[in-house]
């Protein structure tokens, strides 16, 4: 498991050898889902969320957060997937400090 980030509470991570599309598992307390992250030329479209198999679902305030985080660091998280799971490098945990401001939407699930 890659941890990339760490956002007050949220973990936000992959598995290695993962399968596309780019999606990043996002678990907090005992609560945890997953979202796929899909690119059309090189931008955000959309976000689709799945529950993960056997976990908690994660509660629509949870998710909402998790979204908003999503649609703040999407490139750093698109960046960090391609260096883990095609590059096979070490990818770097961020601790991230400051609360995101703004919508919470671009979610389709």
């Not at 890659?2 to 596309?20: A, L, P, Q, R, T």
């Not at 949870?62 to 698109?78: G, K, L, S």
Request: glycine share 6%; aromatic share 14%.
């Amino acid at each position: 498991m890659g941890k990339i980030f760490e956002y007050f509470g949220f973990i936000f991570y992959f598995f290695s050898n993962e399968h596309d599309p780019i999606h990043v598992h996002v678990k907090h307390g005992s609560e945890e889902c997953i979202f796929d992250i899909i690119l059309e030329d090189a931008k955000l479209v959309r976000l689709d969320r799945r529950e993960k198999q056997g976990a908690e679902p994660m509660n629509p305030k949870d998710a909402a957060e998790a979204v908003a985080f999503i649609n703040e660091y999407w490139q750093q998280i698109v960046e960090k997937w391609v260096s883990f799971n095609v590059y096979h490098q070490v990818v770097k945990n961020t601790k991230i400090n400051k609360r995101i401001k703004g919508k919470r939407g671009n979610e389709d699930a």
